[in-house]
Nanobody, 120 residues
Framework: QVQLVESGGGSVQPGGSLRLSCTAS????????MYWYRQAPGKEREWAAT???????RYADSVKGRSTGSIDMAANTAYLEINSLKPEDTPVYYC??????????????WGQGTQVTVSS
């Protein structure tokens, strides 16, 4: 079974930065794509960023221009650094992994989420 563990959330003042990490563990899998989503209280979960296994990234308009995604395939870990944080960046951040089994099956798994709080 493949599992994801997120870390890096916390409290930060407006204008600050955070680097979120998402590490996959398990056996017999290879990473295809890592996704970052975020969900504010009372709102639907929204896509924030995509990080392909070759390092290609795409960002939602809400974080574009102030976010950098990266992936360390050797460590099975994806990162999302967000700069110039605003109070509206205060939801729970989730990562999702699309992975492939050696026999060809493609599956997805979600992490448990990490809380980011932007407040003065």
């Amino acid at each position: 079974q493949v599992q994801l563990v997120e870390s890096g959330g916390g409290s930060v003042q407006p204008g600050g930065s955070l680097r979120l990490s998402c590490t996959a563990s398990g056996s017999m899998f290879s990473i295809n794509v890592m996704y970052w989503y975020r969900q504010a209280p009372g709102k639907e979960r929204e896509w924030a960023a995509t990080i392909e296994k070759d390092g290609t990234t795409r960002y939602a308009d809400s974080v574009k221009g102030r976010s950098t995604g990266s992936i360390d395939m050797a460590a099975n870990t994806a990162y999302l650094e967000i700069n110039s944080l605003k109070p509206e960046d205060t939801p729970v951040y989730y990562c999702k992994l699309k992975y492939r089994r050696p026999w060809g099956t493609t599956l997805e798994v979600w992490g448990q989420g990490t809380q980011v709080t932007v407040s003065s």
